[in-house]
């Protein structure tokens, strides 16, 4: 049974840092590709990164592009996503989720950390 659990949300002021971690346990996945989304109160579920498992390549909304950092450490299972310069449009509920491949539906999901910026 494969895990996922977001830790690092909290509550940040607007131009501040904030760094998401997404542990995973119960299967390596170090083969996955790995992406946050985030969905804010009345809002949908939208995308924001994603890292390949083949040489790390990134892919970021337009919205964070410049601000947030994807990143991952298959030593420990585990990916980041680094938040800089926040703004209070970045509040939401951010989720991590793998899957092996783009053509496949995302296999696991987290249960999600919650990010509050305040202006």
């Known amino acids: 049974q494969v895990q996922l659990v977001e830790t690092g949300g909290g509550l940040v002021q607007a131009g501040g840092s904030l760094r998401l971690s997404c542990a995973a346990s119960g299967r390596t996945l170090s083969n996955y590709q790995m992406s946050w989304f985030r969905q804010a109160p009345g809002k949908e579920r939208e995308f924001v990164a994603e890292?390949?498992?083949?040489?790390?390549?990134?892919a970021y909304a337009d919205s964070v592009k410049g601000r947030f950092t994807i990143s991952r450490d298959n030593d420990k299972n585990t990916v980041y996503l680094q938040m800089d310069s926040v703004k209070p449009e970045d509040t939401a509920v951010y989720y991590c989720?793998?899957?092996?491949?783009?053509?496949?539906?995302?296999?696991?999901w987290g249960q999600g950390t919650q990010v509050t910026v305040s202006s």
């Open positions: 989720a793998a899957r092996r491949n783009v053509l496949i539906r995302y296999e696991y």
């Open positions: 890292i390949f498992a083949t040489a790390g390549s990134t």
